[in-house]
């Protein structure tokens, strides 16, 4: 049972935008902080975003000013905004509920991830 539904995820030329949505229940949604990885090809599985049941984020250096992440807890839905998008965000893009400062190991639950490519 998918326990985190992405969507949003495509093919975007280099400077454009794309909206990430990460849905779940109201019960992942409420106990557990919200987190974005991306898994680019031939490479391992990296953080990109995270937002606190608090509305606190981090971000990486990588993606800094240029994502931003937000939470609907009305929707219990987490979003990635990906402005001015580069060749090298290029990945597989996964939402990951877990707890606050968990490592990728320790994240509860995972999305089935969506597909973002950016062309050159």
């Known amino acids: 049972q998918v326990q985190l539904v992405e969507s949003g995820g495509g093919l975007v030329q280099a400077g454009g935008s794309l909206r990430l949505s990460c849905a779940t229940s109201p019960r992942i949604f409420r106990v557990n902080e919200m987190y974005w990885y991306r898994q680019p090809p031939g490479k391992q599985r990296e953080f990109v975003a995270f937002i606190s049941r608090g509305g606190s984020t981090k971000y990486a250096d990588s993606v800094k000013g240029r994502f931003n992440v937000s939470r609907s807890n009305a929707e219990n839905t987490v979003f990635l905004q990906m402005d001015s998008l580069k060749p090298e965000d290029t990945a597989v893009y996964y939402c990951?509920?877990?707890?606050?400062?968990?490592?990728?190991?320790?994240?509860?639950?995972w999305g089935q991830g969506t597909q973002v490519t950016v062309s050159s």
């Open positions: 990951a509920a877990g707890p606050l400062r968990a490592t990728i190991r320790l994240m509860n639950y």
